[in-house]
């Protein structure tokens, strides 16, 4: 079984920076699509921004220019990396992988995603 983990949450102050990891130990991590999610209380889960196993990505437009993706697949790990951020960018943060989506054209669905981390909390407050 697939094992995903998520690190770098925290409190961070509005207009401030955070840098997410998530490390899977999926063999096929090199072929494989990944993606962050976030959850705050009340919302649904949202797709924030996704990589594909060609370095394809996409961010959703309310951090498009704020927040990029990255991977290191040497390490086996997909970053988050948020600038500022915004009291609105406060929730629950989760990493998915899959390996059934491709390259990434626009932000893909949670259903497609087969293992996912137990999440990582960032709250942007001052």
């Known amino acids: 079984q697939v094992q995903v983990k998520e690190s770098g949450g925290g409190l961070v102050q509005p207009g401030g920076s955070l840098n997410l990891s998530c490390t899977a130990s999926?063999?096929?991590?090199?072929?494989?699509?990944l993606a962050w999610f976030r959850q705050s209380p009340g919302k649904e889960r949202e797709g924030v921004a996704a990589?594909?196993?060609?370095?394809?990505?996409f961010a959703i437009a309310s951090v498009k220019g704020r927040f990029s993706v990255s991977r290191d697949n040497a390490k086996n790990t997909v970053y988050l990396h948020m600038n500022n951020v915004q009291p609105e960018d406060t929730a629950m943060y989760f990493c998915?992988?899959?390996?059934?989506?491709?390259?990434?054209?626009?932000?893909?669905?949670?259903?497609?995603?087969?293992?996912w981390g137990q999440g990582t909390q960032v709250t942007v407050s001052s």
């Open positions: 998915a992988l899959s390996s059934r989506v491709n390259n990434i054209l626009a932000m893909p669905r949670d259903v497609f995603f087969d293992a």
């Open positions: 999926d063999l096929t991590f090199d072929d494989s699509a």
């Open positions: 990589i594909g196993a060609d370095d394809s990505t």
